[in-house]
C-alpha cells in the first residue's frame, strides 16, 4: 500500500492585504477571485498577473488549472523558501478579450535564502476552452 504525501495548501492572504500583482486593490478584490473560480481572468495580462499571485501565496492548483494541458507539469513543486516580493509588467502584445493569443513580458523579483534575485520572462498565453491559459515562456532579457 502506497502512502501520498500531503499537499500543501496554498499560504493564506488577509482580504485586506494588497494583492501580490502589484494593482492598487486587496487580493480579495483582485486576484483571488480567480484563485478560488468566482471568474476568469479576462485577458493574456490579468491570467499572467494572478498566476504570479499564486506562487506568491503558494497555490499550485489554480497554477496547475490555468496551464495549458499540452505543457502543464504532472507536479509542481513551489519553494517554500522563495518570497515572491514584486512584479513589473513590462509589456504586453494581444492578449485582449478579443484576441486568442497574447503574449506578457515582465520582471518578478523574489528573494531566495536572502539573496535577491528577478525572474524575466516573455510568457506565451492562448485561449483553451474559452479560458486564458498559460502556453510556455523563453527566460532572459526582457
Known amino acids: 500500500m502506497s502512502r501520498r504525501r500531503p499537499r500543501p495548501r496554498p499560504a493564506s492572504s488577509a482580504a485586506s492585504a494588497p494583492c501580490p500583482c502589484g494593482l492598487p486593490a486587496p487580493y480579495a478584490d483582485c486576484c483571488a477571485r480567480f484563485h478560488r473560480g468566482l471568474s476568469a481572468a479576462p485577458t493574456a495580462e490579468a491570467l499572467m498577473r494572478s498566476r504570479y499571485s499564486a506562487f506568491a501565496v503558494r497555490d499550485r ?82
Do not use: I, M, Q
Open 61 to 142: 492548483g489554480y497554477l496547475l488549472r490555468t496551464w495549458h494541458p499540452d505543457t502543464r507539469p504532472d507536479e509542481l513543486e513551489l519553494d517554500p523558501a522563495t518570497r515572491w516580493r514584486r512584479l513589473e509588467v513590462v509589456a504586453c502584445t494581444g492578449g485582449s478579450p478579443f484576441h486568442t493569443e497574447g503574449t506578457v513580458a515582465f520582471r518578478a523579483h523574489y528573494t531566495e535564502r536572502g539573496r535577491e534575485g528577478v525572474l524575466e520572462e516573455h510568457s506565451r498565453f492562448v485561449r483553451h476552452a474559452g479560458a486564458w491559459v498559460y502556453l510556455d515562456a523563453s527566460g532572459g532579457a526582457v
